[in-house]
């Protein structure tokens, strides 16, 4: 029965995706004239196959215990997060050195040390931020941190490391998204707020969930948002435990008063996401992301400011629990993905491609696959996005990173997770 409902929604997206690459459907022609949305209904990727060859060979660098994330140093060594609470300073050649003075992190389901992410200015002020969840009474923060590295001390520690952004109220499990980028000019951060399961306050404008913050560099309201100057309520209501399926709109909810004044507004760049696994610009100077939806709802999002990207009104997919959930072309007040994937590749990490080892790969971006189990490229024509190939890498896809050598490094999912090295077959 599972199987032939899938089947059937598999169908219906995959000729809807042929509808949106031939023109504009009927609910899109209603679609009031908004120069931020797409021309024409978002395309299926879904059923896309693997190639059958790579152009690339792939070496195994390193190997870590549940990798999380990696962000290369100016003098190309990378830091490599760990989910249950290490980093490490890894050399190109893989000699791993234990980082200190990491945080504790309560690691468990997809909490735990999360995204890092080197400073701008790193030449000048040694800076790295890293993610992650944050134990306290109630619940897990996801906490945003910067502190000081010196990579060149024989035993490399984060020192003076401060939370500078927290998520309030605290909850219970969910997915934290966490992935942090920087603004091409340095000047500012950004930063994607998980809705942790608990879907409906990725609606609420006062609770920083399903959001794309736009803060400094010390985390905090960055000037010119949407929100600038306003406020949020004192009390809000948290939803708790979390939720994977439309039964959180009927959940119980608790009324929690922040400690402080409530800054989601001001801080907020964009609403009503999911779980946000990856966050990138790309050299145009515009910001993408990759979300991972419910059963069936990926997407790649261009996200501009003061946009609600739908959920948990509107996706592709539909609830866990097999609940539907409306289609986007209901509601085109609210932004569509640029691309979606039904069935779901579960994408984790996004990076822009600007090197030189595979030239014809200039301006595409890169996604890591976990459910795909393959490494994912998307092309652009302007502001629309196709997924260009995909090949399979036989094992779940964490993160991947456009290396300052040229070559792409990935990082895969899970105990024994490797650092892969992708190097261009020509170059030998
Ligand atoms: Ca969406």
């Known amino acids: 029965m599972l199987r032939n409902l899938l089947a059937i929604v598999t169908i219906s997206a995959a ?19 908004d120069a931020a949305s797409p021309a024409a209904a978002p395309v299926n990727y879904g059923n896309a196959k693997p190639a059958a060859t790579k152009p690339f060979t792939t070496a195994a660098v390193a190997t870590f215990d549940e990798p999380w994330a990696l962000a290369f140093l100016p003098d190309r060594r990378m830091l490599v997060t760990e989910k249950p609470g290490k980093m490490w300073l890894v050399t190109s050649a893989g000699a791993k050195t234990a980082v200190g003075g990491v945080p504790t992190v309560h690691d468990e389901g997809q909490g735990g040390l999360l995204d890092v992410a080197v400073s701008p200015r790193f030449a000048s002020d040694r800076a790295v931020y890293l993610t992650y969840s944050e134990p306290g009474p109630g619940g897990d923060s996801l ?5 000081t590295i010196d990579p060149a001390a024989a035993r490399p520690a984060l020192t003076g490391l401060q939370v500078i952004w927290r998520q309030l109220p605290r909850g219970k499990g969910g997915q934290f998204g966490g992935y942090i980028a920087f603004a091409p000019d340095g000047q500012h951060l950004f930063l994607a707020a998980g809705d942790r399961m608990r879907m409906a306050p990725a609606q609420d404008p006062d609770q920083p969930v399903g959001k794309i913050l736009r803060l400094t560099l010390d985390g905090k309201p960055a000037p010119g948002n949407p929100g600038e100057g306003k406020t949020g309520k004192a009390t809000v209501g948290l939803i708790d435990p979390p939720a994977n399926t439309g039964a959180a709109a009927s959940a119980p909810v608790r009324q929690v008063t922040l400690p402080g004044p409530n800054l989601t507004p001001a801080e907020t760049w964009s609403t009503g996401h999911r779980n946000q696994y990856g966050l990138a ?30 959920w948990p009104l509107v996706s592709y997919g539909s609830n866990y629990d097999e609940t539907p959930i409306p289609s986007p072309t209901t509601r085109p007040e609210l932004a569509e993905p640029a691309l979606y994937w039904n069935p779901v590749i579960a994408p984790a990490g996004l990076t822009f491609y600007d090197g030189n ?26 502001t629309t996005a196709r997924e260009a190939e995909r090949w399979t890498m036989d094992n779940r896809i964490r993160a991947v990173v456009s290396g300052p050598d040229g070559a792409l490094w990935l990082l895969e999912d899970g105990a024994g997770g490797r650092l892969l090295r992708l190097t261009s077959r020509r170059a030998g």
Do not use: H, Q
Request: proline residues 5%; aromatic residues 8%.
């Open 357 to 382: 080892m595979f030239p014809e790969w200039r301006g595409s971006a890169f996604i890591g696959g976990l459910a795909a189990t393959a490494l994912v490229r998307i092309a652009f024509d302007g």
């Open 281 to 310: 610009f790309d050299a145009k100077g515009r910001l993408w992301s990759t979300e991972m939806g419910p059963k069936g709802g990926d997407e790649l999002n261009l996200i501009e400011p003061g946009r609600n990207y739908g």
């Open 143 to 147: 906490a945003l941190a910067r502190a």
């Open 15 to 33: 000729l809807s995706g042929c509808g949106g690459g031939g023109g504009e459907t009927s609910a899109n022609a209603a679609a009031p004239a």
